[in-house]
């Protein structure tokens, strides 16, 4: 089983402020990585598949990066909308697909 | 309007069962595996099963695998989680998601959730 580690667990930043979130696989996923955001009572929602391509509707200040085992998701300028909690997901091993324990971007 | 709603969940004793239901709409449901995913209170998301476009084949988790089973009737536009021997850490949302970025046999990310259904295991 792939094992999906985030970090950090909390980030607490200002808005307008530039977030870096982090995902390790413990295996190379060859990109097949995606991320989620999840705000407190709603469903998850797809942001970026294959490690870098954003979904339809997501702004572009959102934005991925990575390769092999090490990913990255970037938020250029942080908005009070997306103060919410964040995962990461690979699909290259499977099954099962697994999801990172998830980082809470939180106001400062 | 494309969208998946879940439904049936509940407070349930250990041991006893829960069939859980998502009704698809908008979108051409045969054409797309689909996810259940459950997320128990404050933790993070756990991946459980996945049933191909066809309903062909099934994947499990271990954590469920004996006890769940998933399937669908893609006449009905509907897929469904049969849950017996529940468990306490079996409380959670448990969300269906359609698996819509590459067709199939081809797997990729989540881009379509339901909002949830609820499922609590206990006496």
């Known amino acids: 089983e792939i094992v999906m580690t985030q970090s950090p667990a909390t980030l607490s930043v200002s808005p307008g402020e530039r977030v870096t979130l982090s995902c390790r696989a413990s295996?190379?996923?060859?990109?097949?990585l995606a991320w989620y955001q999840q705000k407190p009572g709603q469903a998850p929602r797809l942001l970026i598949y294959?490690?870098?391509t954003r979904a339809t509707g997501i702004p572009a200040r959102f934005s991925g990066s990575g390769s092999g085992t090490e990913y990255t998701l970037t938020i250029s300028s942080l908005q009070s909308e997306d103060f919410a909690a964040y995962y990461c997901?690979?699909?290259?091993?499977?099954?099962?697909?697994?999801f990172g324990g998830g980082t809470k971007v939180e106001i400062k | 309007q494309v969208q998946l709603v879940e439904s049936g969940g509940g407070v349930v004793q250990p041991g006893r069962s829960l069939r859980l239901s998502c009704a698809a709409s908008?979108?051409?449901?045969?054409?797309?595996?689909i996810h259940w995913v459950r997320q128990a209170p404050g933790k993070g998301l756990e991946w459980v099963a996945f049933?191909?476009?066809?309903?062909?084949?099934?994947y499990y988790a271990d954590s469920v695998k004996g006890r769940f089973t998933i399937s669908r009737d893609n006449s009905k536009n509907t897929l469904y989680l049969q849950m017996n021997s529940l468990r306490a850490e079996d409380t959670a949302v448990y969300y269906c998601?359609?698996?819509?970025?590459?067709?199939?046999?081809?797997?990729?990310?989540?881009?379509?959730w339901g909002q949830g259904t609820m499922v609590t295991v206990s006496s």
């Open positions: 908008g979108f051409i449901f045969s054409s797309y595996g």
């Open positions: 295996q190379s996923l060859s990109s097949n």
């Open positions: 998601a359609r698996d819509g970025i590459l067709p199939p046999p081809q797997v990729g990310a989540l881009d379509l």
């Open positions: 294959g490690a870098s």
């Open positions: 997901q690979q699909y290259n091993y499977w099954p099962p697909f697994t």
């Open positions: 049933i191909w476009h066809d309903g062909i084949n099934k």
